[in-house]
Structure formats: structure tokens, C-alpha cells
């Protein structure tokens, strides 16, 4: 059974950084594409970034674009979002995905975690 848990959420003051980790187990994703996406209230889910298989490809969106990194370890099949400069706008559970279609929308991807919080206080 595949499961991806998500880590390093949390409360941080405008401007600050975290780290979001996530791990799968049940299956090695050593050629699929890894991403996080994140919700605010309602709101709908909205693409943060993503890493392909090879690793060689790094996409986001303009709304993070130079302030977030995405980076992936094969060797303990975990992605990891470094958030820098983080803004209140940032505020939001944040999810991480597998899959091996399409990277910015959600039907691309074919296994989610349960999400980890981030809020961003000003």
C-alpha cells in the first residue's frame, strides 16, 4: 500500500523559512514525477511545484517562483519543499504528489498525502 506523509509544517512569522518533507513507502518512484500542491479556505488546490523523474526539470508557478526550491532524494524516495521569504498569501495545507502524468494539475498525479499545515503570521 503506498503512503506519502508529509512533515516540517507549521506557524512562522512573515519572511521566515521552512522545510516540508515528504516520504513514500509501498512502491520506489524513482522515474515518477514528484510535487506539492497547496489549499487555502475556499480555495481551490493550486500547483507549487514539481521535479520530474529524471530530476532535471523543476517547474513552478510565478507566485513562488525564486522564493521556493523543490529537491528530491531517490535514495529514500522523499521530496522536500525549501519555502524561503514566506508570505501571509502562503497560508495553506500543502500536499505532496506522485505520478506520471502531466505536472501542473492535480490529474497528473495519482497518490497524495494527508497534507501538512502552513501558516504564515504577519
Known amino acids: 500500500q503506498v503512503q506519502l506523509v508529509e512533515s516540517g509544517g507549521g506557524l512562522v512569522q512573515a519572511g521566515g523559512s521552512l522545510r516540508l518533507s515528504c516520504a513514500a513507502s509501498?512502491?520506489?518512484?524513482?522515474?515518477?514525477?514528484m510535487g506539492w500542491f497547496r489549499q487555502a479556505p475556499g480555495k481551490e488546490r493550486e500547483f507549487v511545484a514539481a521535479i520530474t523523474g529524471s530530476g532535471r526539470t523543476l517547474n513552478y508557478p510565478d507566485s513562488v517562483k525564486g522564493r521556493f526550491t523543490i529537491s528530491r532524494d531517490y535514495a529514500k524516495n522523499t521530496v522536500y519543499l525549501q519555502m524561503n521569504s514566506l508570505k501571509p498569501e502562503d497560508t495553506a495545507v500543502y500536499y505532496c504528489t506522485v505520478g506520471y502524468g502531466g505536472t501542473y494539475y492535480p490529474n497528473g498525479y495519482g497518490y497524495w498525502g494527508q497534507g501538512t499545515q502552513v501558516t504564515v503570521s504577519s
Open positions: 509501498g512502491r520506489t518512484f524513482t522515474s515518477a514525477n
